[in-house]
């Protein structure tokens, strides 16, 4: 199985989960590694974009592609039970409704968790469409 994850470029090298770790996330509780991911572009995109200040185009993102080795469990829950069972660390991928496309599922995986085999198979930089952002209040012009 391939994810997509969008990350700043400093962010973009490594899935040991450190950032989510640090702060937490809807899927993970501070102290708990987590690498968020989805499972097409587009909704990697919606996901930072419901993040970014519509004021700035951020220049600095990264796509990347991440693929699930070999027979990686994942398992399909609602976001409540994924962060309650993210802290004991039995499951390596859980895939949980985007909150952006609920039709469209999240996969956070757990880097911590035995069984995890993932590896970024390609990067690339990202750039934003500017009519996705204002300027000044005004939409872009072209």
């Excluded at 409540?80 to 909150?99: C, I, L, N």
Aim: proline content about 6%; hydrophobic content about 45%.
């Amino acid at each position: 199985m391939i994810l997509y994850r969008l990350a700043r470029a400093r962010y973009a090298t490594d899935l040991s989960g450190a950032g989510a770790q640090w702060v937490g996330g809807r899927c993970n509780p501070p102290g708990t590694a987590a690498v968020y991911t989805a499972e097409n572009i587009s909704l990697a995109v919606l996901e930072i974009l419901v993040h970014l200040d519509k004021l700035d185009i951020p220049e600095d993102y990264v796509l990347m592609a991440i693929e699930l080795g070999g027979e990686v469990p994942i398992w399909h829950t609602d976001v409540q039970t994924a962060y309650a069972e993210s802290v004991r660390g039995f499951r390596p991928v859980v895939g949980v409704p985007s909150f952006v496309v609920p039709r469209e599922r999240n996969y956070v995986l757990y880097p911590q968790a035995a069984n995890l085999s993932a590896a970024i198979i390609w990067r690339e930089p990202f750039h934003f469409d500017s009519r996705l952002f204002v300027d000044e209040g005004r939409y872009l012009q072209f």
